[in-house]
């Protein structure tokens, strides 16, 4: 019977089970109306469906017509219960609450409700496809949340009615200069302030080169009828009411209200 999960596990056996599969069994327990009679010392009775829902843990094969518990099966837990077929039914309910209590039996329990935990630790230690370590999936990784960040920055830029820019120029350990910007925005009556991105100027730290950069940043986030502030350090080339960054830009975007705040160095 091929729907049978549970003779299918036994007949494959669970060690050629990965942990993927298990996971996908973990919320299909199987639960078939088995024929069979349970005898007691004072009473004979037949399995009863109920059952499955009084012990989550049991499980069974129609086609074997054996109850198993379902978590020592699926992680090798109690054989009794797992791989050995019970000797005979007698005294079934006072066996499964030995069972249900049974030291064993409550760590492969603990085990099956972690089960998705042990997959995650499990794939990142035995896959070969994904290590982390790949410099190609790395930048995937990091180009997919770049994507997802500036996609919700862009839509919060759609909502704000005005925009800060803040532009700062470093060394980086590399030695490469760097400026780096930043956008500051109401949204929802929160102020927000968000880093775009690192931007290489080693070749060209002049005014006309970092403005030319902040132009097109401005540009690509669309913001340009949004400015209304600029923050710069003191320095000539950011500051210079002449030539400087914030005198070109203030000329670009042209407009009437924009201002320059600088901090004191
Ligand atoms: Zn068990």
Request: hydrophobic residues 40%.
């Amino acid at each position: 019977m091929a729907d049978d999960l549970i003779h299918a596990i036994l007949n494959d056996g669970i060690i050629n089970y990965s942990y993927e599969n298990k996971f996908e069994s973990k919320n299909k327990r199987p639960c078939p109306l088995l024929n069979l009679t349970i005898a007691d010392r004072k009473s004979t009775r037949k399995f009863q469906f109920v059952w499955y829902s009084k012990y989550k843990w049991i499980t069974g094969s129609q086609v074997r017509n054996k109850p198993y518990c379902f978590y020592c099966l699926l992680l090798r837990g109690d054989k009794t219960w797992s791989h050995e077929v019970m000797s005979n039914m007698k005294n079934f309910k006072r066996k499964a609450i030995k069972h249900a209590i049974s030291e064993r039996h409550l760590i492969y329990q603990e085990q099956f409700q972690l089960l998705e935990e042990q997959i995650l630790k499990e794939h990142f230690l035995s896959n070969s496809l994904f290590k982390g370590t790949s410099i190609d999936v790395q930048n995937d990784l990091i180009a997919c949340i770049t994507d997802v960040v500036n996609t919700k920055i862009r839509n919060d830029l759609k909502s704000a009615k005005f925009v800060s820019i803040q532009a700062d120029v470093t060394t980086h350990v590399s030695y490469k200069s760097q400026m780096s910007i930043i956008l500051r925005y109401v949204v929802d009556k929160n102020i927000e302030e968000r880093f775009i991105g690192f931007f290489d100027v080693s070749k060209d730290k002049s005014a006309v080169g970092l403005s030319n950069i902040l132009l097109a940043e401005i540009t690509n986030w669309n913001i340009n009828d949004k400015i209304i502030c600029q923050t710069y350090d003191g320095v000539a080339v950011m500051a210079g009411k002449q030539n400087g960054v914030q005198a070109i830009i203030k000329k670009s975007i042209q407009k009437p209200y924009l201002f320059t705040a600088m901090p004191i160095n």
